[in-house]
């Protein structure tokens, strides 16, 4: 028995292990556990680098990433977790080609999530790649075109599909106890404070950023298109949409559907009308996308039409629903509030019926990933029917907000019913070489 199939009939032992924050792990035997490269080492992925070392089923053999001062602090807490120390790479290929990994995890910026997600898989390498999916719409469809080709495991990271606080509620949503359920709503009203308008600079000193920019057009550096800031940039990132909003809109569509299957309706699928209004209104920085946007998502699946709503304030110093970020579904019986830390479901005259408290830890998801590895059973966040949905709806909605109207969804081409400038937006005008999409 080769070494991929006997981690596919060995039994987990994640589940019974407590991990401690920092502290090192005992491992499973070398023969079950994981070799796993990160493509990153700072900001999410220094969070996935923690969760994966501190694993009983996971070992980290490379950390890849353009900024050696990120990749080496991430390699320090990744041995004082697991106990081994992992090769340093900048090139992520390297790891692809050279480390014979079970798994590829890609914690990059925005527009490095799809190439290394797709190499890997034609490599045969499983990838846990973060929320969005891609860059754009034709990246995802090119990572999910990958996946199914060759037949990989690909978990995005909304890890709140993985949560007992998530489960709770949909089991709930499912006894009917809402009623005729036919709005949904999510929204961001967590304050962010302004980036200005820093001069151009050199990059810092040992960084490659012609590399960092990858298939993104070749610009001047400057900080506020760098580390943190660069999601801000139509070059790099989805916006607040993208960043936090992919999260909230696939908890919305997750409640939604619940209620679905309770009152006998089809699930909602994909939304039909798509229609933004919003823009740039408050900070006067160098922002691209906007700081207050409406999105509504119209679902014209089954008999009775469903809306969905989204909603960002990032200037707002307030939460709404008691959440500054979160996914609402209303019936004509109650409705239910999913946030960050738990639910709530209430009744007429808003009383409340029910509430779960909870959390957003990853771990979980991290452990259902490995666990679908060796099952080879879709992860729940599986990319191709749920992260890759979830992050088409961030991508419509920015590109409903950039053009300023009404757009009709082509669900099957995923592409915009008569409107050549919507679907230019689809993709990048043009990928800056060598940095093309493979050919899958």
């Not at 990989?152 to 709140?160: A, L």
Request: charge should be neutral; glycine fraction near 8%.
């Amino acid at each position: 028995m080769d070494r991929r199939e006997f981690l596919k009939s060995s039994s987990s032992t994640a589940a019974a292990a407590t991990v401690l924050a920092g502290h090192q792990v005992a491992k499973a035997a070398a023969s079950e556990r994981l070799r796993v490269g990160v493509v990153g080492g700072g900001g999410r992925a220094y969070s996935l680098n923690c969760t994966f070392a501190s694993n009983p089923n996971a070992e980290i053999v490379a950390i890849a990433d353009l900024d050696s001062a990120k990749r080496d602090k991430a390699i320090a807490e990744v041995t004082k977790r697991q106990g081994t120390k992992p090769a340093a790479e900048k090139d992520f290929r390297r790891l692809i080609d050279d480390y014979k990994l079970d798994a590829l995890v890609v914690g990059t910026p925005d527009h490095w999530h799809a190439i290394p997600t797709i190499m890997a898989c034609q490599a045969g390498i499983d990838v846990y790649v973060e929320k969005p999916d891609g860059h754009n719409i034709v990246e995802g469809q090119t990572m999910v075109t990958a996946l199914k080709k060759h037949k990989r495991v690909v978990q995005m990271g909304s890890q709140h599909r993985s949560t007992d606080r998530m489960k709770s509620a949909l089991e709930f949503i499912r006894t009917g106890a809402l009623g005729r359920c036919m709005v949904a709503k999510a929204w961001e009203s967590t304050k962010q404070g302004p980036i200005g308008f820093p001069p151009d600079s050199d990059p810092p000193a040992g960084i490659d950023y012609d590399f960092w920019l990858g298939a993104a057009p070749k610009r001047p550096f400057n900080r506020n298109r760098f580390h943190g800031r660069w999601r801000w940039f139509y070059d790099y990132g989805t916006g607040d949409l993208g960043n936090d909003g992919v999260h909230r809109l696939d908890m919305a569509v997750a409640a939604l559907s619940a209620a679905c299957e309770a009152q006998g309706d089809p699930l909602p699928g994909m939304p039909r009308k798509i229609q933004a209004s919003g823009g740039k209104w408050y900070f006067d920085d160098a922002q691209e996308f906007p700081d207050t946007l409406q999105v509504n998502y119209e679902y014209h699946s089954g008999e009775h039409r469903k809306l969905l709503t989204y909603e960002m304030r990032i200037w707002a110093p307030y939460s709404f629903h008691q959440n500054s970020e979160g996914a609402a579904v209303y019936g004509d019986k109650g409705y239910i509030i999913i946030g960050n830390t738990g639910w709530s479901a209430y009744t007429a005259r808003n009383k409340l019926i029910k509430e779960v408290k909870g959390d957003s830890f990853e771990g979980p998801h991290v452990q259902n990933f490995i666990d679908c590895i060796k099952s080879r059973d879709k992860p729940a966040c599986d990319l191709e029917t749920v992260g890759h949905p979830a992050s088409v709806l961030c991508h419509s909605g920015n590109i409903a907000a950039r053009v300023g109207r009404q757009l009709t969804f082509d669900a099957k081409t995923e592409t915009f019913e008569n409107d050549p400038d919507a679907n230019a937006l689809r993709t990048r005008p043009e990928y800056r070489k060598p940095w093309t999409l493979p050919e899958v």
